[in-house]
């Protein structure tokens, strides 16, 4: 029998948005956990977390083939943040301790409703979800502005010394896109500072527009929904349609109920799944696997991790005493159906240290540690 095993990791990706927009209602899709999500502003004070696994369907496919009595698979951490109001930046709602709560995700799935309730209020009196972007990251981009203003007048002295002066420059040119109105996640910028200061519009993003179950598989758009769209385009911002409440129920079915609801909307699979799979390409991660009889693993790592990278992550003595990995790639298991039809194939490969990893590739490490 197929036994599937959540496997922990560090990384954390933040739910953000205005109070009362499905942020809660969304994290207990995700998580099932079953947190409040009720009709008032701060319902969520202190962060909730949960751990998501990772959809991937090529785990059941490698152990129909390996059979193995183990499937682990990789996962995400979500953070369900207490919902910003104008003026968090200053204080307002709880927002420095809010803001701070950002500041810890590697993340952002900023949630945006796009549906009239009346039975739900909105903190702003009525919606308008580009507005409601933009009050979110107005106070994201002020509170940037102050980490950044902070550290200028911090290493002022030594910079009229003639020191520091790549990172001053730096800082000015972040300080003058930020004063423009611009996230600085459009920047690309790798400097080891960056990382230091933890910058909330540096983050990677992607907009949740929570619909209602009558905007799903409708040909009309209302027009709050065809004015944010074009607004996201013209950003060029990654965003994904989600019912966060139809979500939620179907979350809590069993596996063949699930199936069934998802028919009545024409849907082959619940929105979370696309939503999770589209967080973890946010951080540009990638999956390869380990395979054997007692266990198949899905590993994460960074995109253009090495092998000797990979090998870490597994245990730091297979990093130690590296040798070399024998590596083909998911597909050739799946066209040659056992792993020794792909080792008379020849497409078992030795590869050192150097080797770029590629997401799918299936992977033994060889090492050798003495004490």
């Known amino acids: 029998m197929l036994t599937f095993v959540i496997y922990s990791m560090s990384l954390r990706i933040g ?19 079953g947190i409040e999500a009720e009709n008032y502003p701060f319902c969520t004070i202190d962060p909730n977390v949960g751990i998501v696994e990772v959809p991937d369907e090529r785990l059941g496919k490698i152990d129909s083939i ?101 990172e001053n420059d730096t800082l000015n040119m972040l300080l003058e896109h930020l004063n423009k109105g611009h996230n600085l996640n459009k920047l690309n910028l790798e400097n080891d500072f960056m990382h230091e200061f933890n910058l909330l519009t540096d983050k990677p ?47 809590n079915l069993e596996e063949e109920e699930q199936m ?20 973890y390409k946010l951080l540009s991660l990638h999956t390869f696997f380990t ?26 003595d297979f990093q130690k005493g590296f040798i070399k990995a024998e590596i083909y790639h998911f597909n050739d298991l799946m066209n040659h159906k056992s792993e020794l039809s792909v080792k008379e194939a020849g497409l078992i490969r030795q590869e050192g240290k150097d080797y770029v990893m590629k997401d799918g590739d299936m992977v033994l490490f060889k090492f050798n540690v003495t004490n």
């Open 205 to 251: 993003i992607l907009f949740a527009v929570n619909i209602d179950e009558q905007q799903i598989n409708s040909s009309k758009k209302i027009n709050l929904l065809n004015d944010l769209e074009a607004y996201l385009n013209n950003r060029n911002e990654k965003y994904l349609h989600i019912c966060s409440a139809l979500e939620q129920e179907i979350a």
């Open 260 to 279: 069934e609801y998802l028919k009545e909307f024409n849907l082959k699979e619940p929105a979370l799944n696309t939503l999770i799979r589209t967080a």
């Open 291 to 316: 395979a054997g009889p007692q266990e198949i693993r899905a590993w994460t790592i960074q995109l253009n991790d090495t092998a000797y990278d990979a090998a870490g992550k597994i245990h730091t």
């Open 15 to 33: 739910i953000i948005g205005l109070p009362n927009v499905g942020k809660s209602t969304l994290f207990n899709a995700l998580t099932k956990s």
């Open 66 to 166: 390996v059979n193995s009595k183990k499937v682990i698979k990789t996962a995400i951490e979500f953070v369900d943040i207490a919902g910003l109001v104008k003026g968090a930046s200053q204080g307002e709602g709880l927002g420095n301790k809010f803001l701070s709560n950002i500041r810890n995700v590697d993340a952002i799935i900023h949630v945006v409703r796009c549906y009239e309730n009346e039975n739900v209020t909105h903190v702003e009196g009525n919606i308008n979800p580009i507005r409601d972007i933009e009050i979110i990251e107005t106070e994201l981009m002020l509170k940037d502005i102050e980490t950044i203003t902070n550290r200028i007048e911090k290493i002022k002295r030594e910079v009229k010394a003639g020191r520091r002066i790549e």
